[in-house]
């Protein structure tokens, strides 16, 4: 079963970056599509970016210029570029994996999440 941990958290005023990582660990035997959802305070988790293993990219409207999503297939790791930063980016951040497992099935794994917070 693969685990993900999420690092690269933490407060940064309006304007200001983050890099957020997240490493896929233990008994890999293929993970696909790799991406990163969010949840603020009263609200739903939402899709941030997802990228495929072939690295093609998604992202919600609202994060459309301002973050990137990437890859690195060698570390099993995902990254979220953030630049320019709102207050409402505010978040839970939460890393996503669709991993093959050695069974043969299909599961999505999630992390526990990490937070960032965006002053005015």
């Known amino acids: 079963q693969v685990q993900l941990v999420e690092s690269g958290g933490g407060l940064v005023q309006a304007g200001g970056s983050l890099r957020l990582s997240c490493a896929a660990s233990?008994?890999?035997?293929?993970?696909?599509?790799m991406g990163w959802h969010r949840q603020a305070p009263g609200k739903q988790r939402e899709l941030v970016a997802i990228?495929?293993?072939?690295?093609?990219?998604n992202y919600d409207d609202s994060v459309n210029g301002r973050f990137t999503i990437s890859r690195d297939n060698s570390k099993n790791t995902v990254y979220l570029q953030m630049n320019g930063l709102k207050p409402e980016d505010t978040a839970v951040y939460f890393c996503?994996?669709?991993?093959?497992?050695?069974?043969?099935?299909?599961?999505?794994?999630w992390g526990k999440g990490t937070q960032v917070t965006v002053s005015s």
């Open positions: 996503n994996a669709q991993e093959l497992e050695l069974t043969n099935n299909w599961y999505s794994r």
């Open positions: 990228i495929t293993s072939g690295r093609v990219t």
């Open positions: 233990g008994m890999i035997r293929r993970i696909t599509d």
